[in-house]
């Protein structure tokens, strides 16, 4: 059984064409990903390595990854929004990037310790087990290597923030992106983190402001936040 949710990969399909519209659905992913790349590089400089995006969409921090100078594979089981991701690389002559339609559990019995960096960002909660994508990330990396995790907490705050006001209020997001029940916790993903053999290193909050209409990083982990982990060498 592949650890995907047909109706979320229709989703993300349907809006393939626009992943790299700035002003499009995905503005929030584009806002976001100079943030989440520049906390990556502080943690890692990324030149130089080899990278693993488990869940990349179109490909937006893949090839700002790539960009750094990092050889990045991208991953996803949606195949519309891997062919955008692979048409934009194209067009924008990114080179270093390779993107592959495979499940992340597949490619860990594949390439066991095969990377020196796996990010994992806005995909948990959208998958029936997240638990299963943390695991399969632990093994992909290598021993020493790091592990980036972007997810959304669940609380109501998060049920206020994240799907009241992005979703309904702002529509920063389209209605239904996100389901309340699949929010996890820094907890959660804290304990599936060890049980995977991973440290955890540093916890990340990304906080909106709707009156500058900006992201921020701040230590803020209410509602949406990351991880950086490391395999124990």
């Known amino acids: 059984m592949t650890n995907a949710d047909p109706q979320e990969l229709a989703k993300f399909s349907e809006l393939a064409h626009r992943w790299w519209d700035p002003e499009s659905e995905f503005r929030p992913l584009h806002q976001i ?3 989440r790349l520049g906390w990556i590089e502080k943690i890692v400089p990324l030149a ?3 990278v693993l995006d488990v869940g990349c969409g179109g490909g937006i921090l893949a090839d700002s990854m790539a960009r750094r100078g990092a050889d990045v594979l991208g991953i996803d089981l949606a195949s519309k929004a891997l062919k955008v ?3 934009h690389a194209l067009e924008a002559g990114t080179e270093r990037v390779a993107y592959r339609e495979i499940a ?3 490619l860990a019995a594949e390439q066991p310790a095969a990377f020196d960096v796996v990010t994992c960002m806005e995909m948990l909660e959208h998958v029936p087990q997240p638990d299963s994508v943390v695991r ?3 093994t992909l990396v290598r021993p020493g290597g790091r592990l980036f995790f972007s997810t959304i907490n669940r609380n109501p705050k998060s049920f206020l923030f994240a799907i009241v006001g992005a979703e309904y209020v702002l529509q920063l997001l389209p209605k239904g992106t996100h389901e309340y029940a699949r ?3 820094p907890s959660e993903l804290a304990q599936w983190c060890r049980q995977a053999g991973l440290d955890l290193t540093e916890e990340r909050g990304l906080e909106y402001n709707p009156l500058t209409r900006a992201y921020r990083l701040s230590a803020n982990t209410s509602v949406n936040y990351m991880m950086a982990c490391r395999r124990p060498a």
């Open 33 to 35: 990903n100079p943030l």
């Open 48 to 50: 130089g390595l080899k």
């Open 85 to 87: 991701a692979q048409l």
């Open 104 to 106: 992340v559990e597949a």
């Open 136 to 138: 399969a990330c632990a």
């Open 183 to 185: 929010f996890i916790r």
